[in-house]
Structure formats: structure tokens, C-alpha cells
């Protein structure tokens, strides 16, 4: 039971808030480099850094630019990285084969950060999309995405990127069954020790269009995700897709997108105290950048308060594209 607060004057909650070192004192909420995932974009090439048009400061980057990349991550401080592939239109396919080649772009990659800077954690993305060339998520049959057809084509991706040395497997596709089929398979080829972020809250979003752009799906990608996604009005079926995918053996979950489902991050830290991360994902990051760039908002100020807000609603940790700035701004101090 909450304390009865003394009336006005004995209590003057401004007190607090008077200078900077009380405000210090009882500041409720920390945020710091450890809680930041880097979103990184890839794409072939050398020496190639390519800005995506609809995320402002935001680029693909060729292997050898990602290597560096990684590095500078690792020097600020930032604990992983998160990889996603700019696929040759050439390479997609309706089978998605590419999507567990031992040699496509994002294993690559994940070999050759791990090789220049093994202290950072890998984090991969699995669903077909960048390499399908409907643009969805699972293969599609007859208008239709299939679920355990493509829960199969998913278990073959993340064995190639465990194999590649990934730390953190990223399942962004909302198929049935995938937690579970993808944890059975590690343990059966000797990967117990790779973890599992679910993105188990991940919702049918509008706020998704510049990742699209950057990832080369917005063309191909015929019809919605609404049959796979969730509906935006939901939440507690955000809560039974979490508690599925725990019993299937993910070791973290993720909500996506970030900033329009606070109140999902809270109800899934209170519910369940597990490892909870949210994605503040590119509309919301373009959405800044753009009111920046007008001079309508500052952009620090709002970076900062809206990272604080992810910890403020029980987040472990953010995938933000803001990471190494806001990086830079935190170790500063």
C-alpha cells in the first residue's frame, strides 16, 4: 500500500527537482551504452558507404565499411550489432534459397566481424524477405504464406548463421513454431550456446516503410503482413506470444516497433521479468530525424528522451539507429 504524501506545504515535490544534483539523486531510470543494438545495414561491394534517402545518417555499407563499423561499436562501447542484408534483386527467389547459403552477404559479414572484432556480439535477422521475391516474410503459395513450409526454410537460415558465429539469432518473421523448431535444431549441431531474441510482439506496422527502402523490399513485397503480423490493437495476445515463445526456448524477447507500444514493453516485463528489448524502429527514426532536420525539434534532446522512455517502460535494452551517437553523447557524460 502506497504512503499517504503530508499536504501541501510539507510536501513540495519540486524539491527534488531542484538542482541538478538532487535531480541525480533521484533520478528513477539509468540509460547507458550497455543497453544499445546497432542496426546495420549491408550490401556488396568495396569501400562502399550508401545513404538510404528516407533514414537521414543511415547507409549501406559494404563488408569491409561494416568490419569498421563493428569496431567502432566496440570501441564505444556498444555491446552488439544487428545485421541486415541489401540482397541482389538478381538472388531472390520464390524458394528463398539464398536465405542459408554459407556464402550469401550476411554470413560473410557475420565471419569476418567476428574474425576482426570478436568482442562484439553478433546479432542476425531470420526471415525470408530481403531474399523472397514476393517480399514477405515466409514463401507464399498460391497468395497464401505458408507457416510450416517456411518455419523449415527458417531452422536452414539460422544453422548458416550459427555456423557463420553468430551470438544472437533475431527470428523477426511471427510464423508459428519457429522458437521452438529453430532451439531444437541448435542443440541437435552442437549450438546450445547460440541465443534466441524473439521478436515475439512484432506488430503489422505503417511505421516500417524507410527499413523497407533500405533493405530493398518495398518493391517487391505484394499485398500485407496482416495474416502473420500482429494487429496493432492487440496486447494481451502479445502476452501468449511471449509466454509461447519462452516454452520454446528463446532466451529474450523484442517488441516491434518501439515508441507506439510502451505500454507492450511494460506488460511484458511485468508479466514475465525476462530480458525484454524494444526496436525503435526506422519510421521512428525518420520521423526524428525529419522534425530535426526542419528545426521543429532538437534533435539530442530528443533522441535522449526518447531512448529513456524505452528503459522508463522496463526495456533491457534498444536496437536503435541512434546507438553510436547516442553512444557518444552518454560517454561524454
Given at each position: 500500500m502506497r504512503p499517504t504524501l503530508a499536504p501541501f506545504p510539507m510536501t513540495r515535490l519540486r524539491r527534488t527537482r531542484r538542482t541538478p544534483a538532487l535531480r541525480a539523486l533521484t533520478?528513477?531510470?539509468?540509460?547507458?551504452?550497455?543497453?544499445?543494438?546497432?542496426?546495420?545495414f549491408i550490401r556488396e561491394g568495396e569501400d562502399v558507404e550508401e545513404s538510404v534517402p528516407s533514414m537521414p545518417g543511415v547507409a549501406r555499407r559494404?563488408?569491409?565499411?561494416?568490419?569498421?563499423?563493428?569496431?567502432?561499436?566496440?570501441?564505444?562501447?556498444?555491446?552488439?550489432?544487428?545485421?541486415?542484408?541489401?540482397?541482389?534483386?538478381?538472388?531472390?527467389?520464390?524458394?528463398?534459397?539464398?536465405?542459408?547459403?554459407?556464402?550469401?552477404?550476411?554470413?560473410r559479414a557475420i565471419r569476418a566481424i567476428k574474425q576482426?572484432?570478436?568482442?562484439?556480439?553478433?546479432?542476425?535477422?531470420?526471415?525470408?524477405?530481403?531474399?523472397?521475391a514476393n517480399g514477405h516474410d515466409g514463401i507464399v503459395r498460391d497468395g497464401i504464406i505458408v507457416n510450416?513450409?517456411?518455419?523449415?526454410?527458417?531452422?536452414?537460415?539460422?544453422?548458416?548463421?550459427?555456423?557463420?558465429?553468430?551470438?544472437?539469432?533475431?527470428?523477426?518473421?511471427?510464423?508459428?513454431?519457429?522458437?521452438?523448431?529453430?532451439?531444437?535444431?541448435?542443440?541437435?549441431?552442437?549450438?546450445?550456446?547460440?541465443t534466441i531474441m524473439s521478436y515475439t510482439a512484432k506488430y503489422a506496422s505503417a511505421f516500417y516503410g524507410p527499413f523497407r527502402d533500405a533493405v530493398g523490399a518495398s518493391g517487391a513485397l505484394k499485398g500485407d503482413k496482416k495474416t502473420y503480423q500482429m494487429d496493432p490493437a492487440n496486447s494481451d495476445e502479445a502476452i501468449r506470444l511471449v509466454e509461447r515463445d519462452l516454452m520454446e526456448g528463446a532466451d529474450m524477447v523484442m517488441v516491434k516497433p518501439g515508441m507506439p507500444?510502451?505500454?507492450?514493453?511494460?506488460?511484458?516485463?511485468?508479466?514475465?521479468?525476462?530480458?525484454?528489448?524494444?526496436?525503435?524502429?526506422?519510421?521512428?527514426?525518420?520521423?526524428?530525424?525529419?522534425?530535426?532536420q526542419n528545426g521543429w525539434l532538437d534533435r539530442e534532446k530528443v533522441m535522449m528522451e526518447s531512448l529513456m522512455s524505452f528503459k522508463r517502460a522496463g526495456c533491457d535494452g534498444i536496437l536503435t539507429y541512434f546507438a553510436p551517437e547516442a553512444a557518444k553523447r552518454l560517454r561524454a557524460g
Open positions: 533520478c528513477e531510470t539509468a540509460l547507458g551504452v550497455g543497453d544499445l543494438i546497432w542496426p546495420i559494404s563488408l569491409d565499411r561494416v568490419v569498421e563499423a563493428a569496431q567502432e561499436a566496440a570501441d564505444l562501447g556498444i555491446p552488439a550489432i544487428c545485421l541486415f542484408p541489401y540482397t541482389d534483386p538478381a538472388l531472390k527467389t520464390e524458394k528463398c534459397e539464398e536465405a542459408w547459403n554459407p556464402e550469401n552477404l550476411s554470413n576482426a572484432v570478436p568482442e562484439i556480439a553478433v546479432m542476425t535477422d531470420i526471415a525470408l524477405d530481403p531474399y523472397n510450416d513450409e517456411t518455419v523449415e526454410a527458417l531452422v536452414k537460415m539460422a544453422l548458416a548463421q550459427a555456423e557463420a558465429g553468430a551470438d544472437i539469432l533475431g527470428p523477426s518473421d511471427m510464423m508459428d513454431g519457429r522458437i521452438g523448431a529453430i532451439r531444437k535444431a541448435l542443440e541437435e549441431t552442437g549450438h546450445s550456446d547460440v507500444y510502451l505500454d507492450i514493453c511494460r506488460r511484458v516485463k511485468d508479466a514475465f521479468g525476462i530480458p525484454t528489448y524494444a526496436y525503435q524502429v526506422s519510421g521512428e527514426y525518420a520521423m526524428l530525424m525529419a522534425a530535426a
